[in-house]
């Protein structure tokens, strides 16, 4: 358990995107940020999920990988200072005089003037399909998301799923793993065309070993996992496909978890705001980015971004009651690092 404790301007619960430029306009403006996240590293679905993929919808970026627009980011808000709790899910909230602390899982307490709600769509839990013996070898074998590509340097894998994620890292892993398998109960995949083409070109070129309608019945091994049982539609037996390491990629299950208790008005498992601010029903208490909703919400990269500028001109009078905000272009002030 940690004991650490930590003082800030802004708490700021996610450190996604949105959650990252945030950051950036609260620098502006002279306020201090910490960033809590339950992810060990920043960037949200973007690093998570998808951080090979490109995003075409970003103002002056006609294409760019969802890894390196996080690493813009980081690099746009480092004269900011910002600082990091990553690993540690958000628990409690508690009002204090000064504005709100923030307790996580491991016992880190943040002491903030003003939190901000940037979680995406909440905490992520994998989708995990059924499969005999799938949980004895989680840890052993099985995992339900690609942190560190290198741990799977000249090993059997096999995939399964037939979303982005799944052909995405079909693609990426190609080039890694000394046998890559991938497995999707359809014959056809709901992912991008153009990365659908990439995997089936791959297939011929005996790059991966690609099997479609088909799915993994059980899992086996003594203290690792050695092993999966695949049934291919309309054959009588079963494949036995010797594999170090399963990775089933059937998406993330989105959960609000223990902020659904903090009291803020909530609709379908989304925040509901005041698009003046993006504040909650909750003094002092504001959410941006995918976790909020309002009529014409859209759950997109940039207006997460403009809900983030003017969130952080709202809490610059909480912050610095006594003064006055005078806005100013950054075209004329510069970046005024603290």
Request: some cysteine.
């Amino acid at each position: 358990m940690s004991n650490q404790s930590i003082q800030t301007d802004l708490c700021i619960v996610g450190a996604g995107p949105v959650g990252l430029f945030a950051v950036f306009e609260a620098g502006l403006l002279k306020m201090r940020c910490h960033l809590v996240d339950a992810l060990p590293q920043v960037g949200g679905q973007l690093s998570e999920i998808y951080p090979k993929k490109p995003i075409y919808d970003i103002p002056g970026y006609p294409s760019i990988l969802a890894g390196e627009l996080v690493e813009n980011l980081m690099e746009q808000i480092a004269p900011f200072k910002p600082g990091f709790t990553l690993g540690e899910r958000v628990e409690c909230l508690d009002k204090t005089e000064t504005g709100y602390q923030i307790s996580t899982s491991t016992g880190t307490k943040i002491q903030s003037k003003v939190v901000v709600i940037a979680g995406g769509l909440g905490c992520f839990e994998p989708r995990k399909p059924v499969v005999e013996n799938l949980e004895v070898f989680e840890g052993k074998g099985v995992a339900y998301m690609v942190l560190d590509p290198e741990k799977f340097r000249n090993k059997k894998v096999v995939l399964a799923g037939g979303g982005d994620s799944a052909l995405d890292w079909a693609i990426f892993l190609s080039d890694v793993c000394s046998e890559l398998t991938l497995i999707h109960r359809s014959g056809s995949f709901r992912g991008a065309p153009e990365s659908a083409e990439k995997v089936f070109d791959l297939a011929q070129a005996g790059k991966i070993n690609l099997i479609l309608n088909a799915e993994v019945q059980s899992l086996h091994g003594s203290t690792q996992l050695e092993g999966l049982m695949v049934r291919e539609a309309g054959q009588e037996s079963d494949l036995d496909i010797k594999t170090d390491f399963f990775i089933p990629l059937f998406g993330l299950t989105p959960k609000l978890g223990p902020i659904a208790d903090w009291g803020l008005n909530i609709d379908k498992n989304a925040i509901l705001v005041n698009t003046e601010d993006y504040s909650t029903n909750v003094e002092g208490i504001y959410a941006i980015g995918d976790i909020n909703t309002y009529p014409g919400k859209l759950k997109l990269i940039l207006c997460g971004f403009h809900e983030a500028a003017l969130m952080a001109q709202s809490a610059f009078a909480r912050v610095f009651p006594e003064q006055k905000l005078s806005f100013k272009y950054t075209t004329v002030n510069g970046v005024n690092a603290f």
